[in-house]
């Protein structure tokens, strides 16, 4: 459990009908990753790491299964997919200790979660996902040219990805029209 980092977002949700809806954030964290713990002999030769942290923003949408907004039914959970597109910035410090930034990237956000709602307010939501970054920045390591001799480099032609796991909160905030009388 070494590679692992804490964040925060902040997001809106709107529901267009029961199955879809669109999800806006904004969020900020860390993020650090080791070739401690690497599958190929390569990247364990290397012996890179990073941490650093990051903002971003992205417009999600999410596709639920079930119909577990109605009510009237006793349906109180929902698994469900998204994908969307957004924006990050990522500044990092390599294992000998360089600085680095990645500027202003697009990524490409993918996952699955599940959602539970707690009572008519509160929703209770896991999930996880796998984010294109569009960038092979992220790690500082592919700015060598690969070298089997000092295994310094990666491999350029692969950008980076970041993988995420969560756990959400949300509130509904919603007014709940009564009838007037005409007269």
């Not at 267009?16 to 002999?41: C, H, K, M, T, W």
């Not at 993918?110 to 509160?122: C, P, Y």
């Not at 996902?129 to 500082?140: E, G, P, Q, Y």
Request: glycine share 8%.
């Amino acid at each position: 459990l070494s590679n692992q980092g804490l964040g925060a977002q902040f997001f809106i949700r709107r529901h267009i009908n029961e199955g879809l809806s669109y999800r806006v954030s904004a969020g900020l964290g860390s993020l650090e990753a080791a070739d401690d713990e690497a599958f190929d002999v390569f990247s364990a030769n290397r012996n890179a790491s990073f941490e650093g942290s990051f903002v971003n923003t992205d417009f999600l949408l999410e596709y639920h299964f079930l119909n577990w907004r109605n009510e009237k039914l006793d349906q109180h959970w929902t698994p469900y997919l998204f994908f969307g597109a957004g924006f990050y910035r990522f500044e990092g410090q390599d294992q000998d200790a360089n600085i680095y930034e990645t500027g202003i990237n697009m990524r490409l956000p993918v996952g699955i979660g599940v959602k539970f709602k707690l009572d008519r307010r509160f929703v209770l939501g896991i999930s996880t996902s796998a984010i294109k970054t569009n960038s092979d920045l992220i790690d500082n390591v592919s700015e060598h040219t690969p070298n089997i001799k000092n295994y310094a480099g990666g491999n350029p032609y692969d950008d980076d990805w970041m993988f995420n796991t969560s756990i959400s909160l949300s509130y509904t905030f919603y007014k709940i029209v009564c009838w007037k009388p005409f007269f």
